[in-house]
T-cell receptor, first 114, second 113 residues
Framework: DTAVSQTPKYLVTQMGNDKSIKCEQN?????MYWYKQDSKKFLKIMFS???????INETVPNRFSPKSPDKAHLNLHINSLELGDSAVYFC?????????????FGPGTRLTVL | TQLLEQSPQFLSIQEGENLTVYCNSS?????LQWYRQEPGEGPVLLVT?????EVKKLKRLTFQFGDARKDSSLHITAAQPGDTGLYLC?????????????FGKGTLLTVNP
């Protein structure tokens, strides 16, 4: 059983298009995250949600809109895609509480904007 | 803004050699985690260190958290080709619902047979 799953695995699209990435976790965790990993492998947090509520928004452009229909799902919709949005996007989840919560990552979605 | 400086960025060694990866910050973290990422996959947690001065061992890997909880190191003894991957350190800022990880830029390790 996959703990954190993302779809699609690969996404190739034209500049200006709108696209969505879906994420689901079956670990029963309260918190979910979206990260962006650039071409230099730098992993940066974008958003975190706790029980469907937005907790962290790391100054991400308004073109990015996360949606959490329930605590097991966190989707990412991106409007008006730009070349600089090309990256690998990772979804992750963790159980809230404590100082050392492990984050479980999905396999990533490689987005290429042409 | 909390920053984690990780070094070296790239490391290519021969099988059997030892290596150390460093993770430094001017900020204090409540805990520090080390992840390993293989191509086409997400990062996977190796270890979490919480207490200043803590040392944890995972087979040939030794992790240390600095006394002031601002830095950490990962030492691999007798590296093997299977150790090849991207190693990421990540500092945790706080607990509760505001829990957030700040990642270093990673160390890409290649162990040649």
């Amino acid at each position: 059983d996959t703990a954190v799953s993302q779809t699609p695995k690969y996404l190739v699209t034209q500049m200006g298009n709108d696209k969505s990435i879906k994420c689901e976790q079956n670990l029963g965790h309260d918190t979910m995250y979206w990260y962006k990993q650039d071409s230099k492998k730098f992993l940066k947090i974008m958003f975190s949600y706790n029980n469907k509520e937005l907790i962290i928004n790391e100054t991400v452009p308004n073109r990015f809109s996360p949606k959490s229909p329930d605590k097991a799902h966190l989707n990412l919709h991106i409007n008006s895609l730009e070349l600089g949005d090309s990256a690998v996007y990772f979804c992750a989840s963790s159980q809230v509480g404590g100082a050392g919560g492990e984050q479980f990552f999905g396999p990533g979605t490689r987005l290429t904007v042409l | 803004t909390q920053l984690l400086e990780q070094s070296p960025q790239f490391l290519s060694i021969q099988e059997g050699e030892n290596l150390t990866v460093y993770c430094n910050s001017s900020s204090v973290f409540s805990s520090l985690q080390w992840y390993r990422q293989e191509p086409g996959e997400g990062p996977v947690l190796l270890v979490t260190v919480v207490t200043g001065g803590e040392v944890k061992k995972l087979k040939r890997l030794t992790f240390q958290f600095g006394d002031a909880r601002k830095d950490s190191s990962l030492h691999i003894t007798a590296a093997q080709p299977g150790d090849t991957g991207l190693y990421l350190c990540a500092g945790a800022s706080s607990g509760g619902s505001n829990y957030k990880l700040t990642f270093g830029k990673g160390t890409l390790l290649t162990v040649n047979p």
